[in-house]
């Protein structure tokens, strides 16, 4: 459930700068990424701003609930024969993380502009969950404090957790409020790969100078190098 009315929502669903602040991670390709799933030819809107098919067939369903809108992304029909068929549950895992971007974004920052980091680690070297030490995290809602693997000090508030996933909102991501990181170990893919190998981190940050960006960034990319030396460093 967000805690934001369903044509708040929806907005952030068709505006394409609305989109950037929580679909995914800042890259190159990020709005060419965008245009092609939310505003492609074959986008399907609802009369009443309440479904949105995207390029590829998912929903994003919305239904106005007390205090808020309940949003959901259903899965379109699984092609056996795609190239991407093995990688469905990636796909699936993926919406998880956006819907919480989506969430955090329009519930702490409804009119920031987020900076991110992201790593792709992606060699058999375990949790990353576990190496970061966020694997014993209390309930959803409730504060924590601890020295992240990176050797960062971290507070704030465990904002989900999944089987295969843990977001939390981050005090020094922030200039102003919190930020957000997530981190999401990939789940196993049968012949393609074991639990356990490969992990994506993003960090969403707002309105931090270039000097703490780069200590952050600094920090991160050291324990990359130390954990999964040859995965692509932090961008």
């Given at each position: 459930?967000?805690?934001?009315?369903?044509?708040?929502?929806?907005?952030?669903?068709?505006?394409?700068?609305?989109?950037?602040?929580?679909?995914?991670?800042?890259?190159?390709?990020?709005?060419?990424?965008?245009k092609?799933?939310?505003?492609?030819?074959?986008?399907?809107?609802?009369?009443?701003?309440?479904?949105?098919?995207?390029h590829?067939?998912?929903?994003?369903?919305?239904?106005?609930?007390?205090?808020?809108?309940?949003?959901?992304?259903?899965?379109?029909?699984?092609?056996?024969?795609?190239?991407?068929?093995?990688?469905?549950?990636d796909?699936?895992?993926?919406?998880?993380?956006?819907?919480?971007?989506?969430?955090?974004?329009?519930?702490?920052h409804?009119?920031?502009?987020?900076?991110?980091?992201?790593l792709?680690?992606?060699?058999?070297?375990?949790?990353?969950?576990?190496?970061?030490?966020?694997?014993?995290l209390?309930?959803?809602?409730?504060?924590?404090?601890?020295?992240?693997?990176?050797?960062?000090?971290?507070?704030?508030k465990?904002?989900?957790?999944?089987?295969?996933?843990?977001?939390?909102?981050?005090?020094?991501?922030?200039?102003?409020?919190?930020?957000?990181?997530v981190?999401?170990?990939?789940?196993?893919?049968?012949?393609?790969?074991?639990?356990?190998?490969?992990?994506?981190?993003?960090?969403?940050?707002?309105?931090?100078?270039?000097?703490?960006?780069?200590?952050?960034?600094?920090?991160?990319?050291?324990?990359?190098?130390?954990?999964?030396?040859?995965s692509?460093?932090?961008?």
């Amino acid at each position: 459930m967000i805690n934001a009315d369903a044509p708040q929502v929806w907005t952030m669903l068709r505006e394409p700068s609305k989109v950037a602040q929580w679909h995914g991670w800042q890259a190159e390709d990020l709005d060419a990424e965008i245009k092609e799933i939310y505003f492609s030819d074959d986008v399907v809107e609802s009369p009443d701003h309440t479904s949105l098919t995207v390029h590829g067939g998912d929903t994003f369903e919305l239904k106005p609930v007390p205090n808020g809108t309940q949003v959901s992304v259903t899965r379109g029909a699984l092609d056996h024969n795609s190239e991407w068929a093995a990688w469905d549950e990636d796909i699936t895992q993926g919406w998880l993380t956006f819907l919480q971007q989506l969430r955090f974004a329009l519930e702490r920052h409804p009119h920031g502009k987020r900076h991110t980091l992201f790593l792709h680690l992606t060699e058999g070297q375990g949790s990353a969950i576990e190496k970061l030490g966020l694997a014993s995290l209390p309930e959803p809602g409730e504060p924590y404090q601890l020295t992240l693997g990176t050797g960062e000090e971290i507070s704030g508030k465990v904002w989900y957790r999944t089987s295969h996933q843990v977001g939390v909102t981050v005090h020094s991501y922030a200039e102003h409020g919190e930020g957000l990181l997530v981190v999401a170990d990939h789940p196993a893919i049968k012949d393609v790969r074991a639990e356990g190998e490969g992990s994506m981190v993003i960090a969403s940050t707002y309105d931090l100078g270039a000097g703490r960006l780069d200590a952050i960034r600094s920090s991160w990319d050291a324990w990359r190098a130390e954990n999964y030396p040859t995965s692509e460093p932090i961008s």
